[in-house]
């Protein structure tokens, strides 16, 4: 299983939780930075349904997977 740190960082005049590179919407306050990170985190490691996914890697070549719905990450939260 593989995992996934969400990490609360100052960002914009707020804070925002950061994945990798990618950072969320910016909130007033560290507080609600950090329930959102929380509750993305614990929305993310919900089993699904599994599915057939398509999509363009940085090279444009389109690619066809299928996803298992029950094979989520870990995801935890770095304050």
Known sequence: MSEIVYRIVE????????LGDVFSET?????EALQAAQAVAAEQQV???TEGIRYQDGKGA??????????????????
């Open 11 to 18: 960002h914009d005049g707020g804070y925002a939780y950061k």
């Open 62 to 79: 389109w690619h066809d997977e299928t996803s298992q719905g029950n094979d989520r990450p870990r995801a935890k939260v770095v304050d």
């Open 27 to 31: 909130f007033p306050s560290h507080d």
């Open 47 to 49: 089993p699904g349904s």
